[in-house]
């Protein structure tokens, strides 16, 4: 938890950071430091009125200004608390990361401390998938050793985790492999190489269509794009969009 009085800049230490985390933290000091600024324009303001002067009718508001730096004030406040809050998300995401060095790519659930963060369904993360089977099978043949013992209370096997693990492990192979012996034609190519779609690093199967909101595309045995049934294009604009690129 980050802890921090008022109007101090947090000093984020000496330590190593990731790049996000970095410019997370000098967003925060900018962000603090313009409520500095902020405070400092309010006192200004206030020392220029007599002390209790009161607004004359017919005449401009004298408190305007300082009405309008308080309402600045406020929204980096707002501003500052969200930006604290990302700063211990990247910070969990790092963490969990440092505890687990295969993961590459990590699936963020929350915008705060208590962000929950696992490992995203990606072939980046194979290796660890396959370390973390085996690390279940093991843990899962010592359960089954204990339990041949006939304790009073057996331990918890895993059979069920594994055996979903394992799933997710040749669904991946599965696409990683598809994706590197997949053939393509010269206009499938083209339009790689154009940029209209943008291959997912993740799943890369799929190829993203610019300019559209998660329409994707595959690719089939003789090398031409179909839309995806896992991202197909609902509104018709969108598919009249994909008609013109493929056509």
Do not use: C
């Not at 921090?4 to 997370?24: P, V």
């Not at 700063?87 to 699936?107: P, R, S, T, W």
């Not at 085996?134 to 204990?146: G, I, P």
């Amino acid at each position: 938890m980050i802890t921090e009085e008022k109007n101090n800049t947090y000093d984020g230490g000496a330590e190593q950071r990731s790049t996000k985390l970095e410019k997370a933290y000098l967003k925060l000091k900018r962000i603090q430091k313009e409520q500095h600024s902020t405070i400092e324009a309010i006192r200004e303001e206030h020392e220029k009125i007599p002390f209790g002067q009161p607004n004359i009718q017919g005449r401009r508001d004298i408190y305007k200004d300082i009405k309008r730096q308080y309402e600045k004030s406020r929204k980096l406040v707002l501003e500052e608390n969200k930006q604290v809050d990302r700063i211990e998300m990247l910070g969990q995401i790092e963490k969990f990361k440092k505890e687990n060095e295969l993961l590459k790519d990590v699936h963020v659930v929350g915008s705060s401390e208590f962000a929950n963060v696992g490992a995203k369904t990606s072939v980046n993360n194979l290796d660890y998938f396959r370390n973390k089977l085996a690390e279940l099978e093991e843990e899962n043949e010592k359960a089954k050793a204990y339990n041949r013992t006939k304790p009073i209370v057996k331990k918890k096997t895993l059979g069920t985790e594994i055996t979903k693990l394992k799933r997710k492990i040749l669904n991946l192979e599965a696409m990683e492999e598809k994706a590197k012996n997949t053939i393509m034609t010269e206009k499938t190519e083209a339009l790689i190489s154009s940029g209209a779609v943008n291959q997912w690093k993740k799943k890369p199967i799929y190829f993203f269509v610019k300019g559209l909101r998660k329409v994707a595309l595959e690719i089939d045995e003789k090398g031409e794009f179909f839309i995806s049934p896992s991202y197909p294009a609902y509104t018709e604009d969108d598919k009249e969009f994909i008609k013109n690129l493929l056509g």
